[in-house]
Nanobody, 123 residues
Framework: QVQLVESGGGLVQAGGSLRLSCAAS????????MGWFRQAPGKEREFGAR????????YYADSVKGRFSISRDNSKKTVYLQMNSLKPEDTAVYYC????????????????WGQGTQVTVSS
């Protein structure tokens, strides 16, 4: 089992940047594929970005492609989401998630979730 704790959220103006972190504890972090998801008020949780267990290969939702970057440091058991050129529509609670095996963009394929961190982008 793995426990996940997100940090780095906050209030930022449109066009600004934030870097989210997700610290893992528990079993071997390097064997887990990781994803970032977000959920805005009144909306379903949606996929944002994912990275395979070894890093290197990443995939993004169209809504964040070119603005967000996912990375991981297995030695620190941490995955990051660098968010640039933020827009008001990026406002949401951001969650990191982990699963064993291959990466996925489907939230229901992830077994482990953090508690979420709020990101608010003002116009």
């Amino acid at each position: 089992q793995v426990q996940l704790v997100e940090s780095g959220g906050g209030l930022v103006q449109a066009g600004g940047s934030l870097r989210l972190s997700c610290a893992a504890s528990g079993r071997t972090f390097s064997s887990y594929a990781m994803g970032w998801f977000r959920q805005a008020p009144g909306k379903e949780r949606e996929f944002g970005a994912r990275i395979r267990w070894s890093g290197g290969i990443t995939y993004y939702a169209d809504s964040v492609k070119g603005r967000f970057s996912i990375s991981r440091d297995n030695s620190k058991k941490t995955v990051y989401l660098q968010m640039n050129s933020l827009k008001p529509e990026d406002t949401a609670v951001y969650y990191c998630a982990a699963r064993e095996g291959v990466v996925s963009s489907a939230a229901d394929r992830y077994a482990y979730w953090g508690q979420g961190t709020q990101v608010t982008v003002s116009s």
